[in-house]
């Protein structure tokens, strides 16, 4: 499929005398021509980063949309723009399907293109111009067609994710069947899932996988949609809604490889409204290496669908906005930041479920804990793996005061406090605040909650609660 887009390319290229590269409409790089030449600034540095990183950046996404492109049906001209890192001039052909827009054909113009007729409002287009027209409507339906198959695959992974322990052995049988008709998959190869968290959702047209190596499936689920409960019944969507608070998991779902629930609090209270995270199926070369995992995960982490989400979410930017300050333990997970979490590897499809909570979970806890990093395994969560699957923290009613937003400057001394093992003077220096002042703050935690921060239980109560508050 790939080498089709390839020779696809190179006939635009030649047929106009002009570079040209073909992206699909997240700007992910899918194939590029030749450039011939001795002028270093036909590479400028916004077609020189696409092609060494295989994707053109949010920022750049955005100025070039600014034209209008993914709303044209002919082809548009793009001036240069120095300060922006366009060197060169771009006539842009819009890949379309059926009306949908699946990504965008590049020409870079030295010069010679400037007077090419690119029709529109009653002029025809110079026939150059239709013929790479008609060409990258070839190339739309090749990814028309990727892109459903994609859809279908995703839908048989969400299915299997979803299904009930009595139908998973169907579920896992009938994408084992799409995935071998689509030569992605091998039986007996390791697995493993990657969750993406947020993922933006609002784009709802079918769009094809990046190409990256493993990625064999995915699929985005909105948010509160939960999985199946220990009895094997999938809850409905309006009771998904309300009992995932956090998550994306049913009331109570534990996290163990089968699958056991945990403990809930009846009338919790959701901490923040519940993220759209995406689901994705990677393919691994060994059961002991997950590096292809986390290529995916980086990749999707870097992409538009991820940077619109953490942007919704009031947090815009590609860095998941860790600062110094949240490496400072500033005890309250940042509403907008944006993680990914990988779980063990499986050769069943089977158990797949299983790997997508352990997925989930890391996801959770690299999004509330930044020294985890914005991908997290979940087998190196170490005590994240016991706290993801706790109920609510608000719920507690020792520590449900010290939570209220009044009083976070208090939560992050005293969550400060005990990852330093109690030990006041590493924690003033880590708050950058005089022990006094630590003194006088751990005072108030105790009269807030009634604990008793000599008490190891108090203490492990209280650490636990103010760990999972975040998640």
Known sequence: MRGDYQQLVDEISSALSAPATLEDRDFGLIAFGAHEGDDDEVMDPVRTRSILQRRSSAAVRAWFEAFGIARAKTALRIPPDPAAGVFKGRICLPVRHRGIVHGYVWLLDDGHLTDLALGGEGTPPDPRIAQAMETAARIGALLADEARAGSELGDLLRELLYSAPGGRAAAAAALDDALRDSLRFTPGVPLTLVAVLPWDTTDTDAAPL???????????LPAGAGLPDAGGAAPSAAAATVAQPRDGRPEGRGTGSEG???GAAAGRTPSTAPAPVLAALVRLRSPNSLTPAHTVAEHLLRSPRASAARAAAGR?????GRTKRDTARNGAAAAGSGAAGIGTATQELTDLPAAWREALDAARAARAEPRLGAVAQWDTLGAYRLLT??????ADPAVRPLLAPAHTELARTAEAFLDCAG???RTAQLLGIHRQTLYYR????EKLTGLDLAEGEDRLLLHMALKSARL
Do not use: E, I, K, Y
């Open 316 to 320: 815009p930017g590609g860095d998941d």
């Open 442 to 445: 751990l005072g108030r935690v």
């Open 389 to 394: 699957a706790l109920p609510d923290a608000t």
């Open 210 to 220: 990046p190409s990256l190596p493993g990625l064999l499936a995915a699929c985005a």
């Open 423 to 425: 030990q006041a003077g």
């Open 260 to 262: 056991a629930t945990g």
